[in-house]
């Protein structure tokens, strides 16, 4: 069965740069979820979009966006990145008519040096 | 206070015996409750979801709700070292039917020792 694709899965940047993540649901499925998991936290949650809307907002930084495309693949975007940002970024889609059960791709590991 | 609450362990228990997991919740309006399973730097993985109250049996795992106390247990029968993980317990406010996030507590890390 087809799984949530994410790309990149590692990334290496230096302070002030930029870095992009794409996410690709889960086919069907509607909703997407952005989530940042420090070493030894919890997953944070950031942003999602529902039919290509924003549905929601976390505790994402105003140098983060993100967007979803008419092929409900979506993008997050980090401009000025800073050490604090080093973390794993999770990618979730799910269904919204169902059970609105998430499922994680494997996640892109941003580095910060 | 966070709004979903769990013991971050380690929580250790011997090869074939029960691992009790436990998590409470803030929102008494949260709807659903889910367990994910994550083992170190790879992503959550769903484990059980339950939406009302009582039990719910899947193979070795039994997740338990009781919405009147706001708690959510996993329970994991015959443990196996493979089952050395961290558990999430994930609570959903919205309504099924609605695009609403997780909201994970910080995990119980467990290990089943030989």
């Known amino acids: 069965a087809a799984g949530v694709i994410q790309s990149p899965r590692h990334l290496i940047k230096e302070k002030r740069e930029t870095a992009t993540l794409k996410c690709y649901p889960i086919?069907?499925?509607?909703?997407v979820y952005w989530y940042q998991q420090g070493p030894g936290q919890d997953p944070q949650f950031l942003i999602s979009?529902?039919?290509?809307?924003?549905?929601d907002k976390g505790s994402i930084p105003d140098r983060f966006s993100a967007q979803q495309f008419s092929d409900y693949h979506s993008e997050l975007n980090m401009s000025s990145l800073e050490l604090g940002d080093s973390a794993l970024y999770f990618c979730?889609?799910?269904?919204?008519?169902?059970?609105?059960?998430?499922?994680f791709g494997a996640g892109s590991r941003l580095t910060v040096l | 206070q966070k709004e979903v609450e769990q013991n971050s362990g380690p929580l250790s228990v011997p090869e074939g015996a029960i691992a009790s997991l436990n998590c409470t919740y803030s929102?008494?309006?949260?709807?659903?409750f889910f367990w994910y399973r994550q083992y170190s730097g790879k992503s959550p993985e769903l484990i059980m979801s339950i939406y009302s109250n009582g039990d719910k049996e899947d193979g070795r795992f039994t997740a338990q709700l009781n919405k009147a106390s706001q708690y959510v247990s996993l329970l994991i029968r015959d443990s196996q070292p493979s089952d050395s993980a961290t558990y999430l317990c994930a609570v959903n406010g919205g309504m099924t039917g609605t695009a609403s996030k997780l909201t994970f507590g910080t995990g119980t890390r467990l290990q089943v020792t030989l």
């Open positions: 979730a889609s799910s269904e919204a008519s169902g059970a609105n059960v998430l499922t």
């Open positions: 979009f529902y039919e290509k809307m924003q549905s």
């Open positions: 086919p069907r499925h509607d909703t």
């Open positions: 929102d008494r309006g949260s709807q659903s």
